[in-house]
């Protein structure tokens, strides 16, 4: 049976507001350990297991190795036995060690609450027959406890009698892929810091490739002479190559500096870039992006046109629309860079009042040119018109209108005096359907079915 080594900080997560805190803070306390025995298994925040032969060959002796592991935290808890259920059931009880001597597993665990074994349906039922112990559950007959409880359970009756013989598997240890240029003199300019940063870009992209990874986002950190650090996470809509991460710098310093430009120095108020960080944000497996047995499909073919196209006219030189929530058109259309993630701050899965259900106008007005309609007389915006519309004008031009319907109303914020549209379908005498809104006493053409 494997010697085991538990580290148990008692309460750990119950430390923090929430597990990604407990998670976030305990990091550097599995580093403390790595620093003192490698190859650690992180069984939960607070607790960590590893094999116990090394260390006790290293420190001469397994209580020499339990000092020297409760230095990585004063409230550290050691328990050291024979398989990883029964180490773990020892640093609970460790004040502060708990060594239990080899082969005698099963006269530890014995008295111990059945309660350890995790499962609350399987100790609900032991308890309602009687059952309380570890020992008690151990007593039982292993075949028995198969056909009852399944896998599962045979393993826990295994635990529970000192059999645990599950594996210590050591964390993988994540490999640091960033890439950091240091420039000087300092760069000022977009074209030259690009040309700086493409060897390194190559290596960056080549060295994810031999790990049989390709890099889905990448956050860029430009670090300035002043100390300032402008940082962004690109995504991208495929997988990044050499040039898409050169592009992506060069753009991030265009971005910067629209707003700080200095003519003087053709940069950004004189205060070059010193330091660039490129680092992987999202990593996939390269299998998933191999190229087609026949070539590549037609969609791998227009990215690559469209990402040839956005390298020329720049960042957002290609858009791509998305349909989010909202009641007006308008409202529901966002347009986002080739390769961005769209951030989506409305879902169209709520419900809105008064929005246009599907299937929704092919082009729609941003400048919602004015309309008249006209019956016997001009028809102002209402809820209900008094007489049929049976002209459209608008641009100087009339059309017949040969069906229509609505107008429904669009109430946003009543409560707080919001203003009250409506939206209104028309169909004209040469086939074009409209969608009209109102604008406080006018008309105005929100979209049209093409």
Sequence with gaps: MTRVLVVDIPGWSDRFEDEAAAVRHFDPVIVSVENTVPLVRVLQPGRIAMGARGPARYYRGEDMAAAALRAVHPDARIGIADGLFTAVSAATRAN????????????????LSVDRVGDADLVGLLRRLGITTLGAFAALDAGAVRDRFGVAGELLHRSAAGHDDSPVIPRDVPVDYARVIDCEPAIVRADELAFTVRAVADEFIDTLARARFVCTAVWVTLSTERGDEHERCWAHPRSFTAADVVDRVRWQLDFIARFTTDTSTEGFAGDGIVRVRIAPDQLAHISRYEPALWGEPAGDRIHSVLSRVQSILGHEGVLTATVIGGRTLIDREVLSPWGDKTVIERRATEPWPGHLAALLPTTVYHDRPTVILRGRAVIPPAEVFTESPRVLEFEGRTRDIVEWSG?????????????????????DDRGGAWVLLSDGDTWTIEARYD
């Design 96 to 111: 502060p060690v708990c060594i239990v001597p080899a082969g005698r597993s099963a006269e530890f665990l014995a008295p």
């Design 407 to 427: 107008p429904w109303p669009i109430a946003e914020r009543w409560w707080t005096g919001g203003t009250l549209r409506y939206r209104l379908q028309v169909i």
